[in-house]
């Protein structure tokens, strides 16, 4: 029997304030090389914690620090060469930085929730829009 380990990845549904009118805007990052609008994630390294290579992956690929909240669904899919692929994401609030384009993502764009939902490539993630925003709200209260 053969055995086929899972890819683990993680990332973040990245927010913050928007500067025009209070309201909450998404990061989605644009990746050439599959063509697609997502959110920031990326395979762990080894021995890394999920947590970890969120935040690092969010850094690596938008530019900025985040604030791990919420944990979110995590999503489960077959990758591009066919393996399982388990990607535990987290609500995070954006604590600063500047975007940069980069070896995996080109273009980067903060958009209000129902501009994301639009925007994003894949239903998994337009699913997950609802509960990051339930979690950002429970977050705010916390803070």
Avoid at 16 to 30: F, K
Avoid at 34 to 49: F, I, N, Q
Avoid at 122 to 143: F, G, N, V
Wanted: with cysteine; net charge positive; proline share 3%.
């Amino acid at each position: 029997m053969e055995h086929t380990s899972v890819v683990r990845a993680a990332g973040c549904v990245l927010w913050r304030r928007s500067a025009a009118d209070g309201g909450i805007e998404l990061a989605l990052v644009y990746r050439p090389r599959w063509a697609d609008w997502s959110w920031p994630k990326g395979k762990l390294k080894r021995g890394e914690t999920f947590r970890a290579a969120a935040c690092r992956e969010v850094l690596e690929e938008t530019g900025h620090t985040c604030r791990l909240g919420t944990e979110l669904p995590s999503a489960h899919y077959v990758d591009a060469q066919g393996r399982p692929k388990e990607v535990r994401y987290w609500a995070a609030e954006s604590t600063g930085g500047s975007f940069r384009e980069n070896r995996e993502v080109s273009r980067i764009a903060w958009l209000a929730p129902e501009q994301a939902r639009d925007q994003l490539t894949h239903a998994r993630d337009r699913a997950m829009i609802d509960i990051a925003l339930i979690a950002i709200k429970a977050d705010k209260r916390e803070s």
